[in-house]
């Protein structure tokens, strides 16, 4: 339900506009002038301002600049029986959204406020999407030629399209993150918000006004609204990191708010309405927490609709070498290195390594090679000691038969990615090749030269 806060010293417009707009279904507040809007701003969190230009003491005009600092995301509306065109564009040009000239109908006044809320709605999707441009999917590519992590990639692909909840579960560092920004990434919600948050890295009396929000005064050094990160990903999806670490009385709001789809802000006597799909993800397991009685056990199975095991790294060692690859590429750019490949007896090392810490700790260590590197190659040299000694006999048994070539692991990659495509469109080479987003030409050669003719 959205909120509008009615600035006007005529009483009886004030209650008019009040009814007509709770009738359409807005949660209205008002105030008399612009000292009582003033402080009314941090309890009524308003989604919109309807405020009239003339009024005694401070005018809408001089108002403006306030609620502009104070309230930004508010677009406002000015009202006024005086003045015409000229008045109109300067209250525009002082940053009021609109103009209404009095009197009016009550269906201008509604198609105002639904063209404001509309601009607002598409203001934040635009910011939220140009604040997560720099991890989002598409700059995170996923890299995988094992195939547990192509069953991995099937299975969200698949589970993109629903609302359903997923549960990414799997060791700290798989990248489970970067698994849920693709689901959202590939799902009808992918032109809204991607919200995260780490439910561990949050002290517990925080969490909970940071998840549902809260308003002013709602607890000590509350000194004003804030809306919570389900309303910031309405719409869209939000990513519940550690779910595992959340406390069990907030797990009982959780599990409401995934029942009913609303939000009760702290200190609020009004849920709110939202449409959130939710994705989380943990390190833990999670039946052994609900056993101990850490963890709830409705909660479980509400999370736990669509559950995606991400293996760790020394589950797929296939995909080391092509990992390697782009992390080099990544660091070259970023860094300025001249950086152009690795050394057999280093990319041997990497793949015998059992990474505790997984793609993250191989990043890490990958981005410590480069800045130290010398010439155009990473050897034994660049690598920390804990890699490069010989005491990981079980990661070396692991990785005796593991194929260290690059040129290989592409070439088992891109076939693997041709029999998908050919698989998605039935065997039609022409669209097979369009979403490959190579040639026609290009595609056949590589047909033949992978032997992919059966």
Same mark, same amino acid.
């Given at each position: 339900?959205?909120?509008?806060?009615?600035?006007?010293?005529?009483?009886?417009?004030?209650?008019?506009?009040?009814?007509?707009?709770?009738?359409?279904?807005?949660?209205?507040?008002?105030?008399?002038?612009?000292? %009582?809007?003033?402080?009314?701003?941090?309890?009524?969190?308003?989604?919109?301002?309807?405020?009239?230009?003339?009024?005694?003491?401070?005018?809408?005009?001089?108002?403006?600049?306030?609620?502009?600092?104070?309230?930004?995301?508010?677009?406002?509306?000015?009202?006024?029986?005086?003045?015409?065109?000229?008045?109109?564009?300067?209250?525009?040009?002082?940053?009021?959204?609109?103009?209404?000239?009095?009197?009016?109908?009550?269906?201008?006044?509604?198609?105002?406020?639904?063209?404001?809320?509309?601009?607002?709605?598409?203001?934040?999707? $635009?910011?939220?999407?140009? *604040?997560?441009?720099?991890?989002?999917?598409?700059?995170?590519?996923?890299?995988?030629?094992?195939?547990?992590?192509?069953?991995?990639?099937?299975?969200?692909? #698949?589970?993109?399209?629903?609302?359903? $909840?997923?549960?990414?579960?799997?060791?700290?560092?798989?990248?489970?993150?970067?698994?849920?920004?693709?689901?959202?990434?590939?799902?009808?919600? *992918?032109?809204?918000?991607?919200?995260?948050?780490?439910?561990?890295?949050?002290?517990?009396?925080?969490?909970?006004?940071?998840?549902?929000?809260?308003?002013?005064?709602?607890? $000590?050094?509350?000194?004003?609204?804030?809306?919570?990160?389900?309303?910031?990903?309405? &719409? &869209?999806?939000?990513?519940?990191?550690?779910?595992? %670490?959340?406390?069990?009385?907030?797990?009982?709001?959780?599990? !409401?708010?995934?029942?009913?789809?609303?939000?009760?802000?702290?200190?609020?006597?009004?849920? !709110?309405?939202?449409?959130?799909?939710?994705?989380?993800? $943990?390190?833990?397991?999670?039946?052994? %927490?609900?056993?101990?009685?850490?963890?709830?056990?409705?909660?479980?199975? *509400?999370?736990?609709?669509?559950?995606?095991?991400?293996?760790?790294?020394?589950?797929? !060692? /296939?995909?080391?070498?092509?990992?390697?690859?782009?992390?080099?590429?990544?660091?070259?750019?970023?860094?300025?290195?001249?950086?152009?490949?690795?050394?057999?007896? @280093?990319?041997?090392?990497?793949?015998?390594?059992?990474?505790?810490?997984?793609?993250?700790?191989?990043?890490?260590?990958? =981005?410590? @090679?480069?800045? +130290?590197?010398?010439?155009?190659? +990473?050897?034994?040299?660049?690598?920390?000691?804990?890699?490069?000694?010989?005491?990981?006999?079980?990661?070396?048994?692991?990785?005796?038969?593991?194929?260290?070539?690059?040129?290989?692991?592409?070439?088992?990659?891109?076939? /693997?990615?041709? #029999?998908?495509?050919? !698989? =998605?469109?039935?065997?039609?080479?022409?669209?097979?090749?369009?979403?490959?987003?190579?040639?026609?030409?290009?595609?056949?050669?590589?047909?033949?030269?992978?032997?992919?003719?059966?």
């Amino acid at each position: 339900m959205a909120r509008v806060l009615v600035v006007d010293d005529d009483d009886s417009l004030r209650e008019s506009l009040a009814l007509v707009l709770g009738a359409e279904g807005w949660d209205v507040g008002v105030a008399a002038n612009a000292d %009582e809007a003033l402080a009314r701003l941090d309890d009524a969190a308003p989604d919109l301002v309807l405020c009239d230009l003339r009024m005694p003491g401070r005018d809408g005009l001089a108002l403006l600049p306030e609620l502009a600092r104070r309230r930004p995301e508010a677009p406002v509306i000015l009202m006024s029986a005086h003045g015409g065109e000229d008045l109109a564009l300067e209250a525009i040009r002082r940053g009021a959204y609109d103009y209404l000239a009095k009197p009016f109908q009550p269906a201008e006044v509604l198609l105002v406020l639904q063209k404001a809320q509309e601009r607002e709605r598409l203001r934040r999707k $635009t910011a939220l999407l140009a *604040r997560d441009v720099e991890r989002a999917v598409g700059e995170r590519p996923i890299v995988a030629a094992s195939a547990g992590m192509i069953e991995v990639l099937e299975l969200i692909e #698949r589970a993109s399209e629903f609302k359903a $909840t997923v549960l990414l579960t799997g060791e700290s560092g798989t990248g489970k993150e970067v698994l849920a920004r693709a689901i959202h990434a590939q799902s009808p919600r *992918r032109g809204e918000a991607f919200v995260a948050v780490n439910c561990g890295a949050i002290p517990e009396n925080l969490l909970e006004s940071e998840l549902f929000g809260h308003v002013k005064g709602a607890f $000590t050094g509350a000194d004003r609204a804030r809306r919570g990160l389900f309303v910031e990903a309405d &719409g &869209g999806t939000l990513f519940l990191d550690e779910i595992g %670490e959340m406390p069990l009385p907030l797990q009982v709001k959780l599990l !409401r708010v995934l029942q009913e789809e609303e939000v009760r802000p702290l200190g609020d006597s009004k849920p !709110r309405q939202v449409d959130v799909r939710v994705l989380a993800a $943990t390190a833990r397991e999670l039946e052994h %927490e609900v056993a101990a009685g850490r963890f709830r056990e409705d909660l479980f199975y *509400r999370l736990n609709v669509l559950r995606v095991r991400v293996p760790p790294l020394r589950e797929r !060692r /296939e995909d080391i070498p092509l990992l390697v690859d782009h992390f080099l590429a990544q660091f070259r750019d970023a860094l300025g290195k001249p950086v152009r490949g690795i050394a057999d007896d @280093a990319l041997a090392r990497l793949v015998a390594y059992r990474w505790p810490g997984n793609v993250r700790e191989l990043e890490n260590v990958l =981005e410590r @090679a480069m800045i +130290l590197a010398r010439g155009d190659q +990473l050897g034994l040299r660049e690598l920390p000691a804990n890699v490069v000694e010989r005491d990981t006999a079980d990661g070396a048994a692991d990785a005796a038969g593991a194929d260290l070539s690059l040129k290989r692991a592409r070439r088992a990659a891109e076939s /693997e990615m041709i #029999r998908r495509a050919l !698989r =998605e469109t039935d065997g039609n080479r022409t669209h097979a090749a369009r979403l490959l987003g190579i040639s026609h030409r290009a595609l056949l050669y590589k047909i033949k030269e992978y032997e992919l003719r059966d």
